[in-house]
Nanobody, 114 residues
Framework: QVQLVESGGGLVQAGGSLRLSCATS????????MGWYRQTPGKRRDMVAQ???????NYADSVKGRFTISRDNAKSTVYLQMNSLKPEDTAVYYC????????WGQGTQVTVPS
């Protein structure tokens, strides 16, 4: 069973930064495009950023210019650098393939107080 392990969330003031990490198995990481998703209570889980196996990126309009997705192939890890955080970025953040094909991990909570 492939695991997705997200980390790096926390409480940060508006305007601050966080870097999320997601580790998975090398067999998955090497082949698949990867994405970061977020979900708030009562809402669906939406993709915020994705990166192809070749390194091309795409972002949701709401995070464009503030978030940066990257991947370290040697470590089988995908990152999400989040800058200029806003209260509306508060959510549980998850990683998965893009589109999502694996069981979801625990996610990591990001809280930006208003």
């Amino acid at each position: 069973q492939v695991q997705l392990v997200e980390s790096g969330g926390g409480l940060v003031q508006a305007g601050g930064s966080l870097r999320l990490s997601c580790a998975t198995s090398r067999s998955i990481f090497r082949i698949y495009n990867m994405g970061w998703y977020r979900q708030t209570p009562g809402k669906r889980r939406d993709m915020v950023a994705q990166i192809t196996s070749g390194g091309s990126t795409n972002y949701a309009d709401s995070v464009k210019g503030r978030f940066t997705i990257s991947r370290d192939n040697a470590k089988s890890t995908v990152y999400l650098q989040m800058n200029s955080l806003k209260p509306e970025d508060t959510a549980v953040y998850y990683c998965n393939t893009a589109p999502p094909l694996l069981d979801w991990g625990q996610g990591t909570q990001v809280t930006v107080p208003s």
